[in-house]
Nanobody
Framework: EVQLVESGGGLVQPGGSLRLSCVAS????????MIWVRQAPGKGPEWVSS????????YYADSVKGRFTISRDNAKNTLYLQMNSLKPEDTAVYYC????????WGQGTQVTVAS
């Protein structure tokens, strides 16, 4: 059974940083490309970043390029998203999944950027 457990969100001031984690189980994590997706209140899902199975290639949405860094630790079955220089428009629930995504989605982790 696939499980994806996101954590690390919280309330942060503009310009602050957070590091999100996603612990995966129920599949061979190291065989899959992974993604972060976010959904802001009243908006549809937005792709944020992708990483290939061995971590050698990363991709970012223009809105987060230069501020966010995706990484993974295949030995720990964990995906990360380091978020720096946070802006109010980064406020959203952040989700991880495989690429292409599993039908299952975790509960996500709330990120709120506000002063």
């Amino acid at each position: 059974e696939v499980q994806l457990v996101e954590s690390g969100g919280g309330l942060v001031q503009p310009g602050g940083s957070l590091r999100l984690s996603c612990v995966a189980s129920g599949f061979t994590f190291g065989d899959y490309d992974m993604i972060w997706v976010r959904q802001a209140p009243g908006k549809g899902p937005e792709w944020v970043s992708s990483i290939n199975s061995n971590g050698g290639r990363t991709y970012y949405a223009d809105s987060v390029k230069g501020r966010f860094t995706i990484s993974r630790d295949n030995a720990k079955n964990t995906l990360y998203l380091q978020m720096n220089s946070l802006k109010p428009e980064d406020t959203a629930v952040y989700y991880c999944n495989a690429q292409p995504p599993f039908t299952y989605w975790g509960q996500g982790t709330q990120v709120t950027v506000a002063s």
